[in-house]
T-cell receptor, first 111, second 110 residues
Framework: RKEVEQDPGPFNVPEGATVAFNCTYS??????FFWYRQDCRKEPKLLMS???SGNEDGRFTAQLNRASQYISLLIRDSKLSDSATYLC????????????FGIGTKLQVIP | SQTIHQWPATLVQPVGSPLSLECTVE??????LYWYRQAAGRGLQLLFYSVGIGQISSEVPQNLSASRPQDRQFILSSKKLLLSDSGFYLC?????????FGPGTRLTVL
């Protein structure tokens, strides 16, 4: 089983739609969780951290379910500019932060 | 604020040639530094990480090596490139849990 699993997509959604991505992780000792966004041929950029209580940043909402070991990202009112690959990231702290990236889910917002 | 630089941005090298990619971080001290490779259509693969000067750990056996001669400098090297070394090489730094990436080097080995 992969440490972090994501559906690679692509998810093709019309502008204005709501879209949700899930990501599962295998190590129950994982401590920190993030969503990154990667545009084509660019570096990943931190989108938001994910907390058990859930967190929201504008149109984006992230949730963590420790019992089921998954995190989610909800995007409301999709914009063309949201088209990108969304990477799920799980961190396990030790001597350094062991960081594992999912393969990413590709989102294409269609006019 | 912190910034991270990588160069070159793109590189085309023949098989068997050497490689040196450089990464520098500004605006922070004693960061954890990372080298990743992203092959076409694949996820990020951690190659090396460093928690301090001269301290390098390798995640994947390969023909690449890394060095950290200064606190904010991280170098990825190879003596002889393979075709399979082609990819997008990303340097990242962290102090807490979040990682911040440089702009990357796109390497094509022919």
């Amino acid at each position: 089983r992969k440490e972090v699993e994501q559906d690679p997509g692509p998810f093709n959604v019309p502008e204005g739609a709501t879209v949700a991505f899930n990501c599962t992780y295998s190590n129950s000792a994982s401590q920190s969780f993030f969503w990154y966004r990667q545009d084509c041929r660019k570096e990943p950029k931190l989108l938001m951290s994910v907390y058990s209580s859930g967190n929201e940043d504008g149109r984006f909402t992230a949730q963590l379910n420790r019992a089921s070991q998954y995190i989610s990202l909800l995007i409301r009112d999709s914009k063309l500019s949201d088209s990108a690959t969304y990477l799920c990231v799980v961190t396990l702290s030790g001597g350094y932060q062991k960081v594992t990236f999912g393969i990413g889910t590709k989102l294409q917002v269609i006019p | 604020s912190q910034t991270i630089h990588q160069w070159p941005a793109t590189l085309v090298q023949p098989v068997g040639s050497p490689l040196s990619l450089e990464c520098t971080v500004e605006g922070t001290s004693n960061p954890n530094l990372y080298w990743y490779r992203q092959a076409a259509g694949r996820g990020l693969q951690l190659l090396f990480y460093s928690v301090g000067i001269g301290q390098i750990s390798s995640e994947v056996p390969q023909n690449l090596s890394a060095s950290r001669p200064q606190d904010r400098q991280f170098i990825l090297s190879s003596k002889k490139l393979l075709l399979s070394d082609s990819g997008f090489y990303l340097c990242a730094w962290s102090q807490d849990s979040e990682q911040f990436f440089g702009p990357g080097t796109r390497l094509t080995v022919l």
